[in-house]
């Protein structure tokens, strides 16, 4: 059984970049889509980007500019970079499993979560 | 980016009732439809994929239904561990977008 596991700073200064990784278990990360959320506190859920195994990615226009994915097959991880983060960018961040269907990376929904990283941006 | 709108934003009930929750889009997605419970503290849990595909695993008091632009989530008969916040989400189109979200309260 596939499992997600986020890991990375809890606390970073306004400015900087965010860096957070997942750890996938129980399965092999060269297969399906790996995306990342977020969920500002109190608030809704925002899809940041996703990559496939093969290297593509892609992204919330929102956040484009700021935003990387990349994957490490050999650890059997992938992570997010987020620059220049100012106080809108605390939020918990979770990483997820979604798998293609019918078109759509996202057909069969999200159906493995990590169970969220709290990242707080402040001096 | 397709805007996706839920309601209500909240509702009371009772254990027992019979719970629907609506979503709509803001043009057609066709059935690329997929609704999540999260509980405080905690990750979402996806309930239903294909706007009417019951995930494995997921009771089946748990229903959806709809395509193009309006769908429902249904809640047969409300249990205790189903108090909760719902989010839909659409996977039509990049970027990938969820609803405001629903919390179910106890009456």
């Known amino acids: 059984q596939v499992q997600l596991q986020e890991s990375g700073p809890g606390l970073v200064k306004p400015s900087e970049t965010l860096s957070l990784t997942c750890t996938v278990s129980g399965g092999s990360i060269t297969s399906d889509y790996w995306n990342w959320i977020r969920q500002p506190p109190g608030k809704g859920l925002e899809w940041i980007g996703n990559?496939?195994?093969?290297?593509?990615?892609k992204f919330n226009p929102s956040l484009k500019s700021r935003v990387t994915i990349s994957l490490d097959t050999s650890k059997n991880q992938f992570s997010l970079t987020l620059s220049s983060v100012t106080a809108a960018d605390t939020a918990v961040y979770y990483c997820g499993r979604s798998r293609y269907g019918s078109g759509s990376y996202g057909y069969y929904g999200m159906d493995v979560w990590g169970q969220g990283t709290t990242v707080i941006v402040s001096s | 980016d397709i805007q996706m709108t839920q309601s209500p934003s909240s509702l009371s009930a009772s254990v027992g009732d019979r719970v629907t929750i609506t979503c709509r889009a803001s043009?057609?997605?066709?059935?690329?439809l997929n609704w999540y419970q999260q509980k405080p503290g905690k990750a979402p849990k996806l309930l239903i994929y294909?706007?009417?595909s019951l995930q494995s695993g997921v009771p089946s008091r748990f229903s959806g239904s709809g395509s193009g632009t309006d769908f429902t989530l249904t809640i047969s008969s409300l249990q205790p561990e189903d108090f909760a916040s719902y989010y839909c989400?659409?996977?039509?189109?990049?970027?990938?977008?969820f609803g405001g979200g629903t919390k179910v309260e106890i009456k």
């Open positions: 043009q057609s997605i066709r059935n690329y």
């Open positions: 294909a706007a009417s």
């Open positions: 990559i496939y195994y093969s290297g593509s990615t």
């Open positions: 989400q659409q996977s039509y189109s990049t970027p990938l977008t």
